[in-house]
């Protein structure tokens, strides 16, 4: 029989082979926003990794979340450095970074913090920041970027950089009167470290010496820097702090006693639990697009049967032979099902090839245009059963067509 259906569809292999592309483009799309959506939604849970809380003012723990990880909106309050380093002195906590927003440059968000936010800030599960040349600022004029802003600004070690009061559509007067140098820059990791710009917090605590309200009461250049103790420089308040525990057990314990702070209204938050309600909102658009490749297979389902429809017209002289040299009417349904199942067949193995061969070679592409990397693998498990319901579904909707066949050929028989 095999040997017949491949007979049968190399005197038709142009119209076959269009409908067997088109079956497989709409997989190709199916699959690459799966697998699209799989990577995004896992570097979007690990866009911040190692921190068991980040703690901040009291309000929404979205809120919170959207503007220290991943600077989007701005902070409503401060926490004061008080709080911070009384905090700090807890037996549970194993590491804090503080870090201050609302500044910017061209854009880009700046973000003041102590040098061992690179040691204790982690992405992608367990991967640690690291350099693709020089290294964490030394003083409070240096300053560390992003990939993303060394590429577009085409900031090299060395560059110089002026940043502006406020961020996003607030962006008030130029820090002018001080500038910070580039001291390292940092490789590529996908999140919105990518696009930011860290400054030492008492650099970021200078360039604000003078200022009240927004607005610069005095110039930094008529100011004797000398004359500035180290107290001085010191933060008053910052926005919040990144918290790494002993211990993952006492997690909620923790988080339950900083909501109880008595000095000042904070909370915190874990980010793992944030950032699983904030992927709930966003992912019903990944939902739209796979809802959206779904109707494409189903029309491609549709042509495929539709082919076999009109070929069986066109086939008349050929099954009527088949069935003078003894063939059944059984046998030529057969025939239209596994043709439906082979086409159905090599569309899948040809969408999983494409997809998977695609992904490897263009690992580096893909994370550098969208910020994520996706996993090599051949087919998952989830994909199995996906392909499994298209193809139940194709030989499904063959079967009306075999029927068609079935019917057909007692008819010829009995004439």
Known sequence: MFKLLFKSIRSRILPVSLVTITLM??????????????????????????VDAIIGPRSSSLE??????FHIGRPTNNI????????KQRKDIDWLVPIALGDSHQGFRVIATEKNYFQHIKYAGDRPLSMSSGSAFNQISEAVIGADVAKKLNYKIGSSLQISHGSGESIGMKHDDFSFKVSGILNKTGTPIDQ?????????????????SGKKLFSLDRFDMSSITNDELT???VTAAFVGLKSKLTLFKFAKSIQKYSDEAISAVIPGIALSQLWS???????????????????SLIAMVTLIISSIENRKREMTIYRANGASAFFLSKLVVFEALLIGVTAIIGAIVFVTIVSYLATDQINVALGITPKFEWVSLEEVKIF???????VFSSLVPAIMVFRKNIHHGLS
């Open 25 to 50: 483009a709409s997989m190709v799309l199916l699959l690459s926003i799966e697998r699209i959506q799989k990577a995004t939604e896992e570097g979007f849970n690990q866009s911040i990794s190692g």
């Open 64 to 69: 919170l979340v959207l503007y220290t990880v």
């Open 80 to 87: 004061t450095m008080q709080t911070v380093d009384d905090i």
């Open 196 to 212: 930011a710009i860290f400054v030492d917090l008492k650099g970021y605590e200078l360039i604000h010496i003078g200022w009240q």
């Open 235 to 237: 933060p008053k308040t």
């Open 281 to 299: 909102v966003i992912g019903l658009v990944d939902k739209g697009f796979e809802l959206l490749s779904w109707i494409i297979i189903v029309i």
């Open 388 to 394: 499994g319901i298209i193809l139940l579904a194709g």
